[in-house]
């Protein structure tokens, strides 16, 4: 890395290698269909405070790592750890609940909800939807903090003009800006995007990747998978290759160019 005073400044590039201070750390994580095993990590851990790309060829298992961190596919083995606190067996909401949110290659927008309800749907602190909090009152209060969070998020992301449109009828791009603010309203430490760029046109993708260094810059550590170099060189500080499931390589994006073994079942020997 160019900053020598960066927490991975001095990690070697080796695959599962021990960071300073990790927020998500997995363990023999296996998952099979049929005879086909789609993850196969014996170690991986994700260093606070960073934007880390999890890139490799289609079919290496990425969206699969995805799912099983976040609670929306189970593995057969292994175990894996969100700043310290065990997750396996836990749903994919309660794991959003602790911190850890994502998003989806194809986005899921509630067509049928407005903008900003699609924004509210996610507040962490939505004590009117219990019965407990029903009863008590004083949930309108913090509807309307919600309410107030949301069209300052959205205001973020330049859709305070989209408020009261329908999810549906935005663009793609529109879409994917917002699932990131449907993402920040659970008020993460971790967030895991699935293609943040896919279908999207150049100047959204540099409006993209601003808010993912904003995430990062606010506190907030950032996991994405993509397929675009030239996006992944641009903003990432760790690299990790899978490859038939596993993490073969691991590094800064000097590294990662520089890696014989990417060049060769990644990027192309030439």
């Known amino acids: 890395m160019a900053d020598e005073r960066h927490p991975l400044a001095r990690i070697a590039a080796t695959p599962g290698i021990a960071k300073p201070d990790p927020i998500l750390v997995a363990h023999h994580l296996r998952r099979s269909f049929g005879g086909i095993r789609a ?19 289609n079919g ?13 596919d189970r593995p057969q083995d292994g175990e894996w750890h969100l700043d310290g606190g065990p997750l396996v067996g836990i749903p994919s909401f309660r794991i959003a609940q602790r911190g850890m949110v994502r998003t989806f290659q194809l986005t899921r927008s ?14 962490a602190r939505a004590r009117g939807e219990t019965l407990h909090g029903a009863l008590l009152g004083g949930w309108r209060g913090v509807e309307t903090a919600n309410e107030a969070r949301a069209r300052e ?12 449109e329908y999810a549906g009828s935005l ?9 990131l603010a449907r993402a920040l309203m659970v008020e993460p430490a971790l ?14 993708t540099q409006t993209l990747l601003a808010h993912i260094t904003r995430l990062r810059d606010d506190g907030v550590t950032v996991v994405f998978i993509e397929h675009d170099m030239d996006v992944v ?38």
């Open 39 to 57: 993850v196969d990590v014996s170690h991986l851990e994700i260093q606070r405070g960073t934007i880390t790309s999890l890139i490799g060829p």
């Open 60 to 72: 290496a298992g990425k969206t699969t790592l995805f799912n099983v961190l976040t609670g929306f």
């Open 110 to 123: 509630l067509a049928r909800l407005t903008v900003l309800e699609n924004v509210m749907v996610a507040a």
């Open 153 to 164: 998020t959205l205001a973020r992301f330049g859709l305070e003009r989209m408020v009261a």
């Open 171 to 179: 663009s793609g791009g529109q879409r994917k800006l917002l699932e």
């Open 191 to 204: 967030v895991m995007l699935d293609e943040p760029t896919a279908g999207v046109n150049p100047v959204l």
């Open 233 to 270: 060189f641009d903003v990432v500080e760790r690299i990790s290759v899978l490859h038939f499931g596993q993490v073969v390589e691991q590094g800064s994006a000097a590294e990662i160019r520089a890696s014989p073994k990417v060049q060769e079942i990644y990027l192309g020997t030439g």
